[in-house]
């Protein structure tokens, strides 16, 4: 359920701020609505909190090394020694990244000592160095003496004394002058290697801070939680209530959330605080935010829908209960092979036990983990589905513990409906996506049954039903036109009774009613103008079920992709088996193929799986998900 809030709007005196905070961050109960904060103080937080980020970032965290605890204020002292040990390394790997570029620029030339030549300009004698096109220095004149160095089929790099050199050929030369390293190569090489020898003293020194990193992470929390505080305290509003500015008199004043049921302890601390104190219902135009309460079982839902993001509106439904119940079947028909189930199963249960022999609580993602294997062990024992072996390689126990109906021990079977005398059957998948579909009608049913719950007393709740009226009736359309139009015609009489005209005929009473009362809002006129003015997207709503219940298709045909991957497998690594030679490549094989296809199915389901129930389900429910969680002001930082 959706935990009941009240809005509350709290007055307090200016020079208060800073106190009355620290009350209600002790009293940890009240959901705070503030604009954003401002001030200088506010942005030294964000350095630091950034700070000490880099520096966990910095110095990682090793397993097995002992943690040291200090105090916050030596925790930051100790990410600025790291952000500066992090500097000297910066610069110590782009001097390196210099010199080996100076180094490939010259090393043609073989060791290059500048000082040599700066001793013979000193004697009189100054050297020039060039390096020039093989053609071009082929075309020099004779008068230019040269001293050629090296050659190659490109290129020429000679020496040219300058005092045996008119200017003319010096700046006619200038575009292919060398231009001499600040220092020899074997200086260069030599600070390289200096260079990496501090860098690795600094990565040692670094790795000794390892020791702080709990420490830094929990500064880290201390300053975010200042960072929260600094942000309520300026970023409430001010108003001042004298006309004298010598005697100013200002009052502060926020809007916040609370649980109904903690209602009398703010109300309480209000008093003893001369808090000014107004408490209101929620409006649909307030941005109030959710809280989900539920049973420890429903609640294991939390680890998806908090990794997917979504949460719902406070004027929303909580579908937590159904979406965990839909989302587990899904699961299993996408995963489809009770063997995978076995294997997901195993995987969650190590660490169940190992919470259980420790007495340590057990991880609700763990147990969600382990539902989802337990799903697709009953689906696949169900289908008779165990890593993608024919139903003839399993054991006869196992295919006794199949529903025929959609079990593979029978794939090749029709099954004759009693209506049809024998004439036309239906295959073992197509029950499959008959399931499929019937699935869809209980979960879009179930939706509009809520809408006709929470509108019991307005004729609004008409509009829902008729909506179900219309979903019965395209339920059997979709049977007649995706699964086999000759089994299920649209003609069909069963007993004198007309099932496909009644389908047909549910659909346009559904849409009728609907359309007179979808939008109702007190006025049945208005409601009926406001569906025509929509009128294109009322019609494209009976498409839209049509599509809402096709869709549900999808959940066979990934399922049966996923076979099919499985089968494949198998046949391609089964001839190994029989050769000692190759079995350790089909074992191989084996494991990289299922797995990959385990790996297939987990996006499958997050792509199709979910999308049905955040989708289509919530669509029907007019749902959009535009909540965001409850957030007491309080101590405790997440």
Request: proline share 3%; glycine share 8%; with cysteine.
């Amino acid at each position: 359920m959706i935990v009941p809030m009240k809005k509350v709007s709290l007055i307090i005196m200016g020079d208060k701020k800073q106190e009355t905070l620290k009350k209600l961050r002790k009293l940890g109960i009240i959901h705070i609505e503030i604009t954003e904060g401002s001030g200088e103080r506010l942005g030294q937080l964000g350095e630091q909190v950034a700070l000490l980020e880099n520096a966990i970032f910095s110095i990682g965290k090793k397993k097995n090394v002992e943690q040291k605890q200090i105090k916050p204020s030596k925790a930051l002292s100790v990410a600025y020694d790291i952000a500066a040990l992090d500097e000297e390394k910066k610069r110590c790997q782009a001097e390196i990244i210099s010199l080996n570029a100076e180094l490939d620029r010259i090393k043609s030339w073989g060791d290059v000592d500048p000082n040599s030549i700066n001793d013979l300009a000193a004697a009189g004698h100054e050297v020039l160095l060039y390096e020039m096109p093989r053609s071009e220095y082929e075309a020099l004149n004779e008068d230019v003496k040269t001293v050629r160095v090296a050659s190659n089929k490109t290129s020429v790099k000679f020496l040219l004394l300058k005092d045996e050199a008119d200017e003319e050929i010096i700046s006619l030369l200038g575009a292919y002058r060398f231009a001499l390293p600040q220092m020899s190569t074997a200086s260069m090489r030599q600070k390289i290697s200096e260079l990496n020898a501090h860098i690795d003293a600094i990565d040692e020194k670094l790795a000794s801070y390892v020791c702080y990193a709990d420490s830094i992470k929990n500064a880290i929390k201390d300053v975010t939680k200042e960072i929260e505080f600094e942000t309520y305290a300026t970023g409430m509003s001010d108003e001042n209530l004298s006309n004298d500015e010598s005697k100013a008199v200002s009052v502060a004043y926020f809007k916040g959330y609370i649980e109904e049921e903690n209602l009398d302890k703010l109300k309480a601390t209000a008093v003893k605080n001369s808090w000014g104190l107004l408490v209101e219902d929620p409006t649909e135009e307030d941005n109030v935010p959710t809280k989900l309460k539920n049973n420890k079982f429903v609640s294991l839902i939390y680890p998806l829908t908090d990794f997917l993001g979504t949460v719902p509106g406070y004027f929303e439904y909580d579908i937590s209960g159904w979406f965990l119940a839909f989302i587990l079947i899904f699961f299993g028909i996408i995963f489809g092979d009770g063997g995978y189930g076995l294997l997901i199963t195993a995987i969650a249960a190590i660490p169940i036990i190992k919470s259980l022999i420790t007495k340590k609580p057990i991880s609700p993602t763990i147990l969600l983990v382990g539902l989802f294997g337990l799903s697709t062990v009953l689906w696949g024992t169900l289908t008779c589905t165990w890593f993608g072996l024919s139903a003839a390689q399993l054991p006869q126990w196992l295919k006794s513990l199949s529903i025929p109906v959609i079990s593979n021990v029978y794939a090749d079977k029709i099954w004759y409906p009693f209506w049809t005398n024998g004439a036309v059957g239906l295959t073992t998948a197509q029950n499959l996506q008959i399931f499929c579909f019937s699935l869809a009608l209980i979960q879009l049913t179930v939706a509009h049954i809520k809408g006709f719950v929470r509108n019991i007393k307005s004729l609004k709740a008409l509009g829902d039903l008729g909506s179900i009226l219309q979903l019965i009736g395209i339920y059997y359309v979709v049977l007649s036109l995706v699964v086999n139009p000759q089994v299920f015609s649209l003609g069909l009489i069963i007993g004198g009774v007309p099932v496909g005209t009644i389908a047909i005929i549910l659909v346009g009473i559904g849409f009728v009613v609907s359309f007179i009362f979808a939008n109702y809002e007190g006025n049945i006129i208005k409601s009926i103008l406001a569906s025509c003015v929509n009128i294109v997207s009322v019609l494209l709503g009976v498409v839209n079920v049509f599509s809402d219940i096709v869709s549900y298709i999808r959940l066979w045909a990934v399922g049966l992709a996923g076979a099919a991957i499985s089968a494949t497998v198998n046949e391609l690594a089964g001839p190994l088996l029989g050769n000692f030679l190759f079995m350790i490549l089909a074992i191989v094989l084996l494991v990289f193929g299922h797995g990959l296809n385990m790996i297939l199915n987990i996006l499958s389901v997050i792509v199709h799986g979910i999308r049905l129930n955040t989708l289509e389900f919530s669509s029907h429910l007019d749902m959009s998900w535009s909540g965001h969680k409850f957030k007491p002001f309080t101590e405790q930082i997440d």
